[in-house]
Structures are given as structure tokens and as C-alpha cells.
């Protein structure tokens, strides 16, 4: 096996994703923050390593890959292949494929490019009630997910699981999910967030991020 480096920023949830899955792959990493408060996912350095500038980027044994699904799909598939995280089975690893996509293409989107980038980068302090209403239905959709099954692709926790909390555990400094209206994604979060590894790959990072997220004093459209 060769090295693998982390460049990462706890603050970033799909940073924390990564981490969830090499935790829970039990791989050995070095970790390499890289603080996009500080715009260092501009330097001339990282930007060789990933021409995006975001953070996660994966080196494993010098060669690159960015994007976490991406980067959760690799570390399943090149080191999991006797766990779940990853299913061999062609239709179980499509359902998963979806899972991803959903978080990157919406779930992702409503919350970094709709709400936290325009509050913490663009300085604006009013949320609109429409972007509320997208994490609504977020919630809505997770617990149709969660109708019939512990986790989020159906009975074995897989790399869908990583992706989606980290991203939720943003969602919920804005609108804290209901356990009367959303039983099942209450249990979920439980679920997740009470793996023997949850904690140390997740750090402080959603408490660092509510800290910026509340300096910003938003406040929300009535
Ligand atoms: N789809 C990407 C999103 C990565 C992303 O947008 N990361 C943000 C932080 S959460 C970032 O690095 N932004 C800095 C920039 O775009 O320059 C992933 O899952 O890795």
C-alpha cells in the first residue's frame, strides 16, 4: 500500500466525509490542512494537485484524485472490498452512485452555493425563505429514504451515509430537523454519529462552522 495524504479542511464537510471513510477503512493517512479562509487551495502547490481548488484532495501513492464521491468511490472500492461501504452488486452500487449524486448536485449545492458561500464569502446577512424551504425538502426526502431502512441506501451502511451527514450536519445549523416530523433521520443521525469513529474523523468541524456561519448574524426571510 502505498502513502496516503489527505489535503483537507475540517470545516468542509465533504473534508469530514473523507475522513469518515478512511476511518472507517482503518487506513493510516497524513493529513495536510489546507484553510480556505486563507485561500490556500490557491497556491501555486495545490493548485497542481487539484486545478479545482477544493478541498478534499486524495494523494495516494502520488497520484491525485478530488471530488469526495469520487474520492469515497475509490477508497471503497481500491480498500474495501470485503465491507459494505462499497456494494460489489451492480444494482446496490447504483443506488449508492445515486445517493452521491443527490448530495453533490443538490444537497451540497442548497447549502454551500445557496446559503453558507453568499453569507461567509459574499457577505450577505439575509437567508431567503426559498432556500429554507429546499432544506425542507431535503429533510423530506432523506426520511423517504429512511422509511424502511437503518441506513441511507438500505440495510448496511455505505459510503452514501458519509457523504450525505456531513453535509446535513450544515443543514441543521440553519433548521434543526423535527424528531416528531422526521423520526427516522433523527435515528440515522444517531446511528452515524454514535460509530466508535465518528467523532475523532469528524473533530470539531460542524462547531467551526456554525461559529462562522452565526459571526455573519443572518437572519432569515419571514
Ligand atoms: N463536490 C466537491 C465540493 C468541494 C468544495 O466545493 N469544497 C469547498 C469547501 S467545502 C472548497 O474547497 N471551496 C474553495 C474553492 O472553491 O475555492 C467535493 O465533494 O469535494
Same mark, same amino acid.
Given at each position: 500500500?502505498?502513502?496516503?495524504?489527505?489535503? @483537507?479542511?475540517?470545516?468542509?464537510?465533504?473534508?469530514?466525509?473523507?475522513?469518515?471513510?478512511?476511518?472507517?477503512?482503518?487506513? &493510516?493517512?497524513?493529513?495536510?490542512?489546507? *484553510?480556505?479562509?486563507?485561500?490556500?487551495?490557491?497556491?501555486?502547490?495545490?493548485?497542481?494537485? *487539484?486545478?479545482?481548488?477544493?478541498? &478534499?484532495?486524495?494523494?495516494?501513492?502520488?497520484?491525485?484524485?478530488?471530488?469526495?464521491?469520487?474520492?469515497?468511490?475509490?477508497?471503497?472500492?481500491?480498500?474495501?472490498?470485503?465491507?459494505?461501504?462499497?456494494?460489489?452488486?451492480?444494482?446496490?452500487?447504483?443506488?449508492?452512485?445515486?445517493?452521491?449524486?443527490?448530495?453533490?448536485?443538490?444537497?451540497?449545492?442548497?447549502?454551500?452555493? @445557496?446559503?453558507?458561500? &453568499?453569507?461567509?464569502?459574499a457577505g450577505?446577512?439575509?437567508?431567503?425563505?426559498?432556500?429554507?424551504?429546499?432544506?425542507?425538502?431535503?429533510?423530506?426526502?432523506?426520511?423517504?429514504?429512511?422509511?424502511?431502512? *437503518?441506513?441511507?441506501? @438500505?440495510?448496511?451502511?455505505?459510503?452514501?451515509?458519509?457523504?450525505?451527514?456531513?453535509?446535513?450536519?450544515?443543514?441543521?445549523?440553519?433548521?434543526? &430537523?423535527?424528531? !416528531?416530523?422526521?423520526?427516522?433521520? *433523527?435515528?440515522?443521525?444517531?446511528?452515524?454519529?454514535?460509530?466508535?469513529?465518528?467523532?475523532?474523523?469528524? @473533530? !470539531?468541524?460542524?462547531?467551526?462552522?456554525?461559529?462562522?456561519?452565526?459571526?455573519?448574524n443572518f437572519?432569515?426571510?419571514?
Amino acid at each position: 500500500m502505498g502513502k496516503i495524504i489527505l489535503y @483537507g479542511f475540517d470545516i468542509s464537510p465533504p473534508s469530514r466525509a473523507v475522513k469518515l471513510t478512511l476511518a472507517a477503512l482503518q487506513l &493510516p493517512y497524513e493529513y495536510v490542512i489546507v *484553510n480556505t479562509f486563507k485561500k490556500e487551495q490557491n497556491s501555486p502547490e495545490y493548485l497542481k494537485k *487539484n486545478p479545482q481548488h477544493t478541498v &478534499p484532495t486524495l494523494e495516494d501513492d502520488g497520484r491525485y484524485i478530488s471530488d469526495s464521491h469520487a474520492i469515497l468511490a475509490y477508497l471503497a472500492k481500491k480498500y474495501g472490498k470485503d465491507s459494505s461501504l462499497y456494494p460489489s452488486d451492480v444494482f446496490q452500487s447504483a443506488i449508492v452512485d445515486q445517493r452521491l449524486h443527490y448530495d453533490s448536485s443538490t444537497l451540497f449545492t442548497s447549502i454551500w452555493f @445557496g446559503i453558507t458561500k &453568499p453569507l461567509v464569502l459574499a457577505g450577505k446577512t439575509q437567508i431567503e425563505k426559498a432556500k429554507i424551504a429546499e432544506l425542507v425538502e431535503a429533510y423530506d426526502l432523506l426520511e423517504t429514504f429512511l422509511a424502511s431502512n *437503518n441506513y441511507i441506501t @438500505g440495510p448496511d451502511l455505505t459510503i452514501a451515509d458519509f457523504s450525505i451527514i456531513t453535509t446535513i450536519s450544515a443543514l441543521m445549523i440553519l433548521l434543526v &430537523p423535527d424528531s !416528531s416530523k422526521y423520526p427516522k433521520l *433523527n435515528a440515522w443521525l444517531k446511528r452515524i454519529q454514535e460509530l466508535p469513529y465518528y467523532q475523532e474523523a469528524t @473533530g !470539531s468541524g460542524a462547531d467551526e462552522l456554525e461559529t462562522v456561519l452565526k459571526s455573519t448574524n443572518f437572519t432569515i426571510e419571514s
